[in-house]
């Protein structure tokens, strides 16, 4: 790379390799499949499938598009589509660069209790049982060390730059991530129970449906393609002129909805055989247990039955689930990050030392007041300020790009784009309907 040039993904597969690993994450393999379980799985299946088709795909394309415009960091990007210069911008720039920031914290305890999951069952096996248990009991001291472990190899991925640490990373990560779960789900569906959890996923039953139910789809497709935040304004301005965004945009979403699909085949199963195995997934009312019973007690319980294959089950499970975070929580660092390094002259280095600072400063302060930051701290996050960022993107896209601008930037890698279908109805569904979408989510939920 020249110098003083920018940098770039060095190719098309190493794009889609990097943002399908920003999308697909914790929300994919635990959020999905949870909600999915508690809400009569089918129903939320299909709402799901069309609330990425009807609002979350053209979001994406719309974040791509302004941060390939830009080239540059999310508040020149988002600046360079504004008409004059003006503070609002960088206003919201910072906004999504915070909300990143919050983001990245709560996803490293969580993240952190994966890793303590994959490891304790490893001491176990060489006899260090106090440390195993030490791993998996809820403590400050482990949510707070596990935290910082997991935020330090995000920190070094991000060192390492675009192509050589968030490229080569996901390129190495996704793959494998894909076959662990098809290895995993195939097991799952030969065990006994498998076909009932299987039936619930894929036979709608009507009587679920709820206008919650379709609010919670909405919040879950948007979490689940990184939106709002700029992680995508950031990725798409490593993004080469030469690619053609909306069709790349969709890649990127039907491999994020296939991973969750995924899960979903592994998690509804996976629930049912636990509960042959005689592990209680319902509470007494008859309602599903929480997702995080689900996940860290229903799972490791069905792990135990299966004896030494178990094992491997498990800690390939939980191998699963932090490579997906971490292709994750890359994504969030790179945003302030890559606006530290252009709007503050720093070195790369240096950017990710004291970003990431902030980061476990963050993460330290929910792991000490738990009980009452760590929920607050994600509503604030993924309920208010994501979709509150998504409907300023979608209006910035839609009403205050010059249309001629935004047909130019997308032409670039899609000549024919002018006479397409698309163009026809995109910039106006922007206009309209993403904005509307998204009131809507807002106003259900205050
Ligand atoms: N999409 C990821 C997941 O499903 C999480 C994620 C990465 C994210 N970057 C984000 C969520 C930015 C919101 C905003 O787990």
Redesign the pocket.
């Known amino acids: 790379m020249a110098s003083g040039s920018r940098a770039q993904f060095s190719s098309k597969l190493g794009f889609i390799m990097a943002a399908a690993g920003?999308?697909?994450?914790?929300?994919?393999?635990?959020?999905?499949p949870t909600q999915a379980a508690s809400n009569g799985g089918a129903v939320f299946l299909i709402v799901y499938l069309l609330m990425v088709v009807v609002l979350a795909l053209p979001m994406l394309i719309a974040e791509l598009t302004i941060g390939r415009h830009g080239q540059a960091s999310p508040l020149r990007s988002i600046a360079s589509i504004w008409p004059k210069r003006s503070k609002v911008p960088v206003g919201f720039g910072l906004l999504g660069l915070l909300?990143?920031l919050m983001?990245l914290s709560f996803?490293s305890i969580i993240a952190g209790w994966l890793a303590g999951y994959l490891v304790s069952p490893i001491l176990d096996l060489i006899g260090l049982h106090t440390a195993a248990n030490w791993l998996e009991s809820f403590s400050l001291e482990r949510n707070l060390v596990l935290a910082l472990v997991f935020i330090g190899l995000t920190m070094k991925v991000v060192m390492s730059g675009v192509t050589d640490g968030i490229e080569r990373w996901s390129s190495r990560l996704m793959p494998v991530l894909v076959g662990l779960f098809v290895v995993m789900i195939i097991y799952i569906l030969t065990q006994d129970g498998a076909m009932d959890g299987l039936k619930m996923y894929l036979v709608p039953d009507m009587s679920h449906f709820s206008a919650d139910l379709v609010v919670g789809a909405m919040g879950q497709a948007?979490?689940?393609?990184?939106?709002?935040?700029t992680?995508m304004m950031v990725y798409g301005s490593y993004l080469p002129k030469d690619i053609n965004i909306p069709k790349t945009a969709a890649q990127v979403a039907a491999i994020?909805t296939g991973i969750a699909f995924g899960a979903g085949l592994l998690i509804l199963p996976a629930m049912f055989v636990a509960q042959k195995h005689g592990v209680q997934i319902y509470d007494q009312a008859g309602h599903l247990l929480n997702s995080d019973t689900l996940v860290f007690t229903v799972l490791p319980a069905m792990f135990d039955t299966m004896g030494s294959v178990g094992v491997i089950v498990g800690i390939l499970f939980f191998a699963l689930m932090l490579i997906?975070?971490l292709t994750?929580?890359i994504?969030?660092l790179e945003?302030p990050v890559s606006c530290a390094i252009e709007e503050l002259g720093h070195s790369r280095k240096k950017a990710v030392w004291w970003i990431g600072g902030v980061a476990i400063a963050l993460a330290a302060a929910i792991v000490f007041n738990f009980g009452t930051l760590f929920g607050l701290v994600i509503t604030i996050?993924?309920v208010y300020l994501?979709p509150l960022l998504g409907l300023v993107w979608a209006i910035c896209a839609g009403w205050v790009w010059h249309r001629a601008g935004l047909l130019e930037e997308i032409r670039q890698g899609n000549p024919e784009v002018a006479n397409s279908l698309f163009w026809k109805v995109w910039p106006n569904y922007l206009r309209y309907v993403c904005p509307i979408l998204m009131g809507l989510v807002f106003w259900v939920t205050i």
Not at 222 to 229: I, Q, T
Request: hydrophobic fraction near 50%.
């Open positions: 920003s999308a697909v994450g914790l929300g994919n393999v635990w959020g999905f909300t990143a983001i996803y948007f979490f689940s393609l990184s939106l709002g935040v992680v994020d997906a975070a994750s929580s994504s969030m945003v996050s993924t994501q």
